[in-house]
């Protein structure tokens, strides 16, 4: 079974904490991604990457950084975080663009106190 | 701008059908995808249109018109587990981006 794995379900974090989140797939796939979401809206993208090293903005890169040092993990960064940050974060992966479809892992719900 | 739109939320009974529609709007078009999403757990992918018609998947079909952008979910047999919220998504000019709706939340009543 293919796997993507966030490394923390629960967060609580203060306002001005540098946070890190780790997401680890298993299925060598190329894309990785980081979403979040929120009530009512659809996912939105915060950034993306295609290979080793390689990253590209979402639609939502304000306030966060992302780190692929290997191709299996893929590490979104919050350096100050803010309560507008409270959010659920999603990892996903990739493997072939003409199926396009995303293996998720199940999530990172962070607060912001 | 590029927009998709979804009912808020629906309720159906058990063993019953259910539609639920997607319309969209965006520059260019790649495909639409339907997510199942149960409440505090990882979206999981349910289908892939990228041709007009119906597609089916044992009790889900998904149904696509490119010239109408529109698409629907259709559910038969509906049971207690299908309650989740389902996502639609459409690429668009990106084949890395999708462009999400902001999901139905399907409830399912005995």
Same mark, same amino acid.
């Given at each position: 079974?293919?796997?993507?794995?966030?490394?923390?379900?629960?967060?609580?974090?203060?306002?001005?904490?540098?946070?890190?989140? #780790?997401?680890?797939?298993?299925?060598?796939? #190329?894309?990785?991604?980081?979403?979040?979401?929120?009530?009512?809206?659809?996912?939105?993208?915060?950034?993306?990457?295609? /290979?080793?090293?390689?990253?590209?903005?979402? /639609?939502?890169?304000?306030?966060?950084?992302?780190?692929?040092?290997?191709?299996?993990?893929?590490?979104?960064?919050?350096?100050?975080?803010?309560?507008?940050?409270?959010?659920?974060?999603?990892?996903?992966?990739?493997?072939?663009?003409?199926?396009?479809?995303?293996?998720?892992? #199940?999530?990172?719900?962070?607060?912001?106190? | 701008?590029?927009?998709?739109?979804?009912?808020?939320?629906?309720?159906?009974?058990?063993?019953?059908?259910?539609?639920?529609?997607?319309? +969209?709007?965006? @520059?260019?078009?790649?495909?639409?995808? $339907? +997510?199942?999403?149960?409440?505090?757990?990882?979206?999981?992918?349910?289908? +892939?249109?990228?041709?007009?018609?119906?597609?089916?998947?044992?009790?889900?079909?998904?149904?696509?018109?490119?010239? !109408?952008?529109? @698409?629907?979910?259709?559910? !038969?047999?509906?049971?207690? !587990?299908?309650?989740? @919220? +389902?996502?639609?998504?459409? @690429?668009?000019?990106?084949?890395?981006?999708?462009? $999400?709706?902001?999901?139905?939340?399907?409830?399912?009543?005995?």
């Amino acid at each position: 079974d293919v796997k993507v794995t966030q490394s923390s379900r629960y967060l609580v974090k203060r306002t001005g904490e540098k946070v890190f989140l #780790e997401c680890v797939q298993d299925m060598d796939h #190329e894309n990785m991604f980081w979403y979040r979401q929120d009530p009512g809206l659809g996912l939105r993208l915060i950034y993306f990457s295609y /290979d080793v090293k390689m990253k590209e903005k979402g /639609d939502i890169p304000e306030g966060y950084s992302v780190s692929r040092e290997k191709k299996e993990r893929f590490s979104l960064i919050l350096e100050s975080a803010s309560t507008n940050q409270t959010s659920m974060y999603l990892c996903a992966s990739q493997g072939f663009i003409s199926t396009g479809e995303l293996f998720f892992g #199940e999530g990172s719900r962070l607060t912001v106190l | 701008g590029q927009n998709i739109d979804q009912p808020t939320e629906m309720t159906a009974t058990e063993g019953a059908i259910v539609q639920i529609n997607c319309t +969209y709007q965006t @520059s260019g078009f790649n495909g639409l995808f $339907w +997510y199942q999403q149960h409440a505090g757990e990882a979206p999981t992918f349910l289908s +892939y249109n990228v041709l007009d018609g119906l597609e089916e998947k044992g009790r889900f079909s998904s149904f696509l018109s490119r010239s !109408k952008g529109y @698409s629907y979910l259709l559910l !038969k047999e509906l049971q207690m !587990k299908d309650s989740a @919220s +389902y996502l639609c998504a459409v @690429s668009g000019s990106s084949n890395y981006q999708l462009i $999400w709706g902001a999901g139905t939340k399907l409830i399912i009543k005995p």
